[in-house]
C-alpha cells in the first residue's frame, strides 16, 4: 500500500523557516517522482517544488524560486521541503504527492501524480 506522510507544519512569523517532511512507503523511492504542492482556501492546488529521485533533478516553481528547497534522503525514502524566508500569501495546506517517473510527462502539474498525503497546514502571519 502506498503511504505519503507529511509533517512539518505549524504557524510562523513572516519571514520565518519550517521545513516538511514527506515519509514515502509502499513503492520503490528511487523510481518515483515527487513533488510539494499546496492549496489555499478559494485557490487551485498548485505546484511547488518537484524531484525526480533517481537523478535528483528539481524544479521550482517561481513564487518560491531562492526561498524553497526540495531534496532527498533515499536511505529514509523522504523529501524534505526547507522553505525559509516565509510570506503570508505561503499560507496553505502542503501536500506531497508521488508518481513513477517513467509515466511523468509534465513536471509539477498536480494531475500528473497518482498518491496523495493528506496534507499538513502551513500558516504565516504577518
Known amino acids: 500500500e502506498v503511504q505519503l506522510v507529511e509533517s512539518g507544519g505549524g504557524l510562523v512569523q513572516a519571514g520565518g523557516s519550517l521545513r516538511l517532511s514527506c515519509a514515502a512507503s509502499g513503492f520503490t523511492f528511487y523510481n518515483a517522482a515527487i513533488g510539494w504542492f499546496r492549496q489555499a482556501p478559494g485557490k487551485e492546488r498548485e505546484g511547488v517544488a518537484c524531484?525526480?529521485?533517481?537523478?535528483?533533478?528539481?524544479y521550482n516553481a517561481d513564487s518560491v524560486k531562492g526561498r524553497f528547497t526540495i531534496s532527498s534522503d533515499n536511505a529514509k525514502n523522504t523529501v524534505y521541503l526547507q522553505m525559509n524566508n516565509l510570506k503570508p500569501e505561503d499560507t496553505a495546506v502542503y501536500y506531497c504527492?508521488?508518481?513513477?517517473?517513467?509515466?511523468?510527462?509534465?513536471?509539477?502539474?498536480?494531475?500528473?501524480?497518482?498518491?496523495w498525503g493528506q496534507g499538513t497546514q502551513v500558516t504565516v502571519s504577518s
Open positions: 504527492a508521488s508518481v513513477p517517473a517513467r509515466l511523468l510527462t509534465r513536471t509539477c502539474v498536480p494531475v500528473e501524480y497518482d498518491f
Open positions: 524531484i525526480t529521485i533517481s537523478d535528483g533533478s528539481t
